[in-house]
């Protein structure tokens, strides 16, 4: 598969512009790798189903900039990161091009969309990087294996909770993407802590949440 490559339809100075609202700003590289990588996206995304968002803008704003926004309210870099329900490697590998010390697990139960992220993987040159096909329920890791997980759009919160207070560091955070009556749900969990949702730049209803389990 050929990666996209970089037009005058959809620059770089075009994708510095779009993710200018969440406050990333990109060196030359990283930008030429985001667009590499939104090229394997669309191609894989005729094959198998990775993201209805098809449009390049919209990709650098929803996939792309909602995901890095993160590091802006829980810095990431030199973490380990534990990403559930991968997917098309959301938020995970952009928060992996945004920091390159960032130490990343990425969680994901179907398998050609783990043959999809590993092809990222190799393109991009990414260090640091594993792909865990299973469900996240069957991993049995002692504490300490994350200081940050992500979940983004996966569901099933209690199920997810219960695993990240078992492999959460000392401190460590968990970070989800979620519309706003999961954001009451989640906050009302008995054991947790969690900050004020933050909603998302560019949008109403699309929040991250960011908490960490009670000692």
Known sequence: MT????????????????????????SQDQRSKLLTYIG????????????A????????ARHFGESMFLNSILPVENCRLADIGSGAGFPGLA???????LHLVLIESNKKKCAFLSEVIRILDLREVEVVPQRF?????EPGFADIVTSRA???????????RKVLAPRGHI????????????????????????????????FILIGRPLQ
């Open 3 to 26: 990666p996209m490559t970089q037009g005058p339809d959809f620059s770089g100075d075009k994708v510095a512009a779009t993710l200018l609202p969440y406050g990333i700003q990109l």
């Open 154 to 164: 996966v569901g099933g919160f209690p199920a997810l909770l219960k695993w990240s």
């Open 53 to 60: 968002i098809i449009e390049p803008t919209e990709i650098v």
């Open 40 to 51: 394997i996206l669309l191609n894989w995304n005729k094959l198998i189903n990775l993201t």
């Open 137 to 141: 329920e069957e991993i049995r890791q």
């Open 95 to 101: 928060l992996k091009i945004l920091c390159q010390n």
């Open 175 to 206: 970070a989800v993407w979620v519309g706003g009556e999961d954001t009451t749900k989640i906050s009302n969990t008995p054991g947790w802590t969690w900050q004020p949702a933050i909603r998302l730049p560019e949008s109403q209803r699309r």
